[in-house]
């Protein structure tokens, strides 16, 4: 199974970006999609999650300017992010679980910098 995240970057305060995780190796329709954050010397946290069904559920700090989504057929789940924020700056990481199984992955992370 890989993940692979794309579309982090450096961006000022109140910009946007649009993070990717492509999925291969596993059936993508039959996972719960999930991206996760980290930031220096914190524990990594949910930003947002996604259903098979397309049911989503966002932390708190993320209602209202974030938005998870996913493409079946491209086997890839996104994250918009407006109006970014200086204490968005974390490495964002994508994860699936398969419904089936269980079994959890990690892609390898995607820096996001938010300048003020």
């Known amino acids: 199974v890989q993940l692979v995240e794309s579309g982090g970057g450096l961006v000022q305060a109140g910009g946007s970006l649009r993070l990717s995780c492509a999925a291969s190796g596993i059936s993508f329709n039959i996972a719960n999609m999930g991206w996760y954050r980290q930031a220096p010397g914190k524990e990594r946290e949910v930003v947002a999650r996604i259903s098979t069904e397309g049911a989503t559920n966002y932390a708190d700090s993320a209602e209202g300017r974030i938005v998870i989504s996913r493409d079946n057929a491209k086997n890839t789940v996104y994250l918009q992010m407006d109006i970014l924020k200086p204490e968005d700056t974390a490495v964002y990481f994508c994860?699936?679980?398969?419904?089936?199984?269980?079994?959890?992955?990690w892609g390898q992370g995607t820096q996001v910098t938010v300048s003020s």
């Open positions: 994860n699936a679980r398969s419904v089936i199984y269980g079994s959890s992955y």
